[in-house]
């Protein structure tokens, strides 16, 4: 996809408040039909009930019932009360009601709230129209003009502003998604009094060239500290190379900053692939918060964590490798640190996260994992004595409260593990021996109770750094302490 940003200017006030009321009802639209969707409402009879209602034609309509099922399938998803969805941003709403700011900030604050809730109008694109039929591009010798539908056989004409770092060039590009008869989407948001357009086409990628049968490159992205690890792996999943790409400008810097970084550091992924003539492999991130606080415990880290944008960098590797012609394959993201730490980097002595991606690499060759001898002789000789014993050595080891509590919380998932099994703790059965990943649906479990018999006696208190210490462990079945 391909998105332009720009600003929109009209001739007339008249005209300027005729498309403001338009994308009030059409806000307005999406959230009666989010609430109409809530209850379970047919969907012709919902469009009919919205036409009627808010005084829009029927693709309008159709657009704001997309979009009120987007939001309602996302909290869905993300499991969460859809009934509590607030539209304008719960942030931005919840600042409001503490009125902890007054004056021209609390009358700032809540434009932007009442902007973000009531300033939008999206139009989706139509190939059979040959572009947009509600909200069109037309260029005449006096520019570049957006034409919007704003009621029955009427319109508004708003001159585009491509804006002025980049403004040639936009316009080039707008004019040519405005005569190639392809279908684009148009999306109107208010900021500040003003209202912007968003221009987004489909992109026609070339056919893939470099594919997985010459090899894959996995990557795994980590946010601390910030780099790129890569492990090349050859058609048979055997290591070849692997590296890392440090990225030390996403810690910091404004968004502009950032995103410009993010599309070069991209860039040195795919021309790595490219060089070697490898697919790239990529994990498919569902990023979400676990809790009230996140998934990092320190204020530091979860500013690390959001500035670092895990899904926005990746799906710049993606686009710019389909430029390329490079495949590139996503695959369940599930243990791959863990089994990278436990398999891979003992045994070529490599860090945590190449090995991480080099099981994403395996992975997207469509290789399973086999349990080391040494491991899973750990496994068959747990028993109730030693997991609580370890969690003794947790409680009097680990000193961080929140540390604690996490490995304390390993430990007890370990247990009800072995438990489900239907065996008591020591009497693992022996078919799991050397289980594959995919083979059975406990194979993700064994690799976390390893986690938890391994590296929590190694390390409670810390990331385990001497992966030495791991490589002997595997083969002999016994864990020791580090001198």
């Not at 710049?316 to 430029?323: F, P, T």
């Not at 594959?436 to 986690?451: E, H, I, P, Q």
Request: charged share 30%; with cysteine; hydrophobic share 35%.
């Amino acid at each position: 996809m391909i998105t332009i940003q720009t600003k929109l200017t009209f001739p007339s006030k008249e005209d300027e408040q005729a498309v403001a009321d338009l994308m009030r009802r059409w806000s307005s639209c999406v959230r009666f039909a989010y609430n109409r969707l809530l209850e379970g409402w047919d969907r012709n009879a919902l469009k009919r009930e919205l036409q009627r209602v808010f005084n829009l034609n029927s693709r309008y309509v159709d657009d704001a019932i997309m979009k009120a099922k987007s939001v309602l399938e996302s909290y869905r998803e993300r499991d969460e009360n859809p009934s509590k969805v607030i539209f304008g941003g719960r942030s931005l709403f919840d600042k409001l009601k503490k009125r902890h700011i007054n004056g021209k900030a609390y009358k700032k604050l809540k434009q932007e709230w009442q902007e973000r809730r009531k300033g939008n109008l999206y139009s989706r694109g139509d190939r059979s129209k040959k572009g947009n039929l509600n909200t069109r591009i037309e260029v005449d010798e006096n520019g570049i003009w957006l034409r919007i539908n704003v009621g029955e056989r009427k319109y508004v004409y708003a001159r585009i502003q491509a804006g002025w770092k980049r403004g040639k060039s936009r316009e080039g590009l707008l004019e040519a998604i405005g005569v190639c008869g392809e279908p684009y989407s148009v999306e109107l948001k208010l900021k500040n009094g003003k209202v912007y357009a968003y221009f987004t086409i489909e992109e026609d990628f070339p056919e893939a060239v470099v594919t997985k049968e010459n090899g894959v490159i996995g990557i795994d992205i980590n946010a601390y500290p910030e780099h790129i690890a890569w492990a090349e792996a050859d058609a048979n999943g055997q290591l070849v190379s692997y590296g890392k790409v440090p990225m030390p400008h996403l810690a910091s810097g404004n968004s502009s900053k950032r995103e410009y970084y993010r599309w070069q550091y991209a860039w040195e992924v795919v021309r790595l692939a490219e060089e070697k003539k490898k697919a790239i492999v990529i994990e498919r991130l569902d990023i979400r918060d676990k809790g009230k606080r996140g998934d990092f415990s320190g204020r530091k880290l979860r500013r690390i964590r959001h500035n670092f944008s895990y899904r926005s960098l990746l799906d710049k590797v993606k686009i710019l490798a389909q430029r390329k012609g490079i495949q590139v394959i996503e695959v369940d993201p599930a243990y791959t640190s863990v089994i990278g730490l436990l398999k891979y980097a003992p045994q070529y002595m490599i860090s945590k996260d190449e090995a991480a991606a080099y099981v994403i690499a395996r992975r997207g060759l469509g290789l399973k994992e086999r349990i080391p001898e040494g491991y899973m002789a750990i496994v068959e000789h747990l028993d109730a004595g030693e997991l609580e014993g370890l969690k003794e050595h947790v409680k009097k080891t680990v000193k961080n409260k929140q540390l604690r509590k996490k490995r304390l919380k390993e430990i007890e998932r370990a247990e009800k593990f072995i438990q489900s099994l239907g065996s008591e703790l020591g009497e693992v059965p022996r078919p799991l021996y050397g289980t594959s990943l995919g083979a059975c649906s406990g194979s993700y479990g064994l690799w976390r109770v390893l986690k938890v018999a391994v590296v929590t006696p190694l390390s409670p208190d810390r990331v385990l750094r001497d992966v030495s210490v791991l490589r002997r462990v595997m083969y002999s079945g016994q864990v020791g302490r580090p001198g």
